[in-house]
């Protein structure tokens, strides 16, 4: 079981947390066309290395936080929180 | 050579010493009508279809690992078509029909054994909804029948039913030609239906690139073992069809993650039929060599990393034996987990990509064995004609342009 540290709670299992998938997605403007709304909804890179994902700690503080992990060894490369720019770790 | 009763009997006469090899390792050739990327299921599948359907046998199988070693070797091998919407009803029935005849059509022995697939009913709101997907069913023309509590513990004695269940059993909804078929032997079968057509199945190739032309048009991949050239390329690799995506210089929208499977000691038979019950995120059913094959629900964060999670992989086997009490002393013996390509709406992408020349078989998620004969049937119809065969129509990459998507995450089995 992978052990994630949350910022505000330390270490903890990984069954305390959601993954919520992709993070750093940016919201098309109002005028968006359906092709670019279904990307947004839709198409991820899915990547066999490192993924910028967000995670939420649902049986903890319930807070939301932003993570840089390895699809492949699970290694947790970086944890920042929402808002702060992605870490040199996940610029691969 | 032809296996029959007749071929088993020389085979013994001469000491089983002269079996010739199921299907040919041949090197692969600088060009090719088609070249199909991917070894498993539905590779082979497409690749047997566009030779004995479309008369193509000028077509190459690329496969990175070892034939059915990904997902077609890491599943379930349950077989099934309880699906709720018509399109997925059609195209996953048609899949079912195709198995029903597949041992004869491929004289390989799949080892099919419709042995029945209950969903069973925690709550009266389970039961209503699966009155509605049995109707449903029904209205398109596949088995489905409501079982009572009692029809449940007449069917699967070892079911707990006793009032002190921790997950009271309330009914069932059964698909009774829906059971279970030797995965290994789908893959193997195809290999050699399609070996025996002239297609070339060549293993330890990975692909590293895409060649295009000037107008952006695919033209060959480039290989570990060099470069091929054809002028249509399917790609059929599941979990990976991201990455090869990324290859080509286009974008899915499939997640890939892990998905958990078990198989405990072989003991005597004890169960014989296919139980799921989705509100646990449990399935099991015992294989032929006597083993209790557990299935699990996702690892929900995305991985390409063949293992699951120890969280996972505790909450299945809790549900296992809450069901199944008497299972408690039974030993694991492997546990392993296979790379899905989960898409939105769970249903599959079987057509062109962006890339001209260049197609796509993905997007089965967690129920991609059951489906290889008419992946391979419809994916093989797109490759040789260029157009979508009608059953695979409605599953094209622009749906999650459109918004018409085909929600079945309920009748794709487990959660998601």
Not at chain 1, 24 to 50: M, S
Not at chain 2, 102 to 113: D, H, K, T, V
Not at chain 2, 216 to 236: F, K, N, Q, W, Y
Not at chain 2, 238 to 260: E, I, N
Request: charged share 20%.
């Amino acid at each position: 079981m992978m052990q994630l540290n949350c910022p505000w709670c330390g270490p903890r299992d990984e069954n305390e947390f959601v993954c919520g998938g992709t993070t750093h997605i940016d919201r098309p403007a109002l005028g968006a066309d359906d092709t670019q709304w279904g990307r947004y909804l839709f198409f991820r890179d899915n990547p066999k290395g490192v993924h910028l994902e967000r995670w939420r700690h649902a049986s903890g503080c319930g807070q939301w936080f932003n993570m840089a992990r390895h699809t492949v060894t699970h290694a947790v490369l970086a944890v920042y929180r929402l808002g702060e720019p992605p870490p040199a770790a996940g610029k691969s | 050579m032809r296996y029959s009763a007749l071929a088993l009997l020389r085979g013994a006469l001469s000491g089983h010493r002269n079996w010739p090899p199921v299907w040919r390792s041949p090197e692969p050739r600088a060009q090719y009508d088609v070249v199909i990327v991917g070894g498993g299921g539905h590779g082979l599948a497409s690749a047997y279809y566009l030779a004995k359907n479309h008369g193509l046998s000028n077509v190459a199988v690329l496969e990175r690992g070892w034939l059915g070693g990904g997902n077609t070797g890491r599943n379930t091998t349950v077989v099934r078509s309880n699906y709720l919407y018509p399109e997925s009803a059609r195209l996953y029935d048609f899949s079912l029909r195709l198995y029903e005849g597949l041992a004869r059509e491929l004289n390989f022995n799949i080892m099919l054994s419709q042995r029945g697939h209950l969903m069973l009913a925690h709550s009266r709101h389970d039961l209503e909804s699966m009155s509605r997907w049995a109707n449903t069913m029904l209205m398109h023309g596949i088995d489905a029948k409501l079982l009572t509590r009692d029809e449940v513990g007449a069917l699967v004695p070892a079911l707990d039913l006793s009032g002190e269940a921790r997950y009271p059993v309330l009914g069932a909804f059964m698909q009774p030609r829906a059971g279970t078929a030797r995965h290994d032997a789908v893959a193997w079968g195809y290999a050699r239906g399609a070996d025996r057509l002239g297609v070339d199945i060549i293993q330890n190739c990975e692909v590293t690139g895409f060649v295009k032309d000037a107008n952006g048009h695919v033209t060959g991949v480039d290989t570990s073992r060099g470069r091929i050239l054809a002028p249509r390329i399917g790609i059929a690799a599941a979990g990976h069809s991201s990455v090869l995506a990324k290859l080509a210089g286009f974008s899915l929208p499939v997640v890939s993650y892990a998905l958990q499977a078990m198989v405990t000691e072989p003991v005597k038979p004890r169960l014989d039929t296919v139980v799921i019950s989705p509100g646990t995120g449990a399935y099991v059913s015992q294989s032929d060599k006597g083993e209790m094959v557990i299935g699990a629900s996702l690892d929900l964060f995305p991985s390409y990393a063949q293992r699951g999670s120890f969280g996972v992989l505790q909450g299945v086997l809790g549900a296992t034996l809450a069901m199944f009490p008497s299972f408690s002393r039974l030993r694991l013996m492997r546990q392993w987990a296979g790379i899905v390509d989960v898409v939105h709406d769970s249903s599959p992408i079987i057509g062109p990509t962006p890339v001209p020349g260049l197609y796509i078989n993905c997007g089965w998620g967690t129920g991609g064995f059951k489906a290889i004969p008419v992946g391979g049937w419809t994916f093989a119809h797109v490759l040789a004609t260029g157009r979508s065969h009608e059953l695979a129509e409605a599953f094209q990459l622009e749906r999650f342009v459109t918004g018409r998507l085909i929600d079945e995450a309920a009748a794709s089995g487990i959660a998601h």
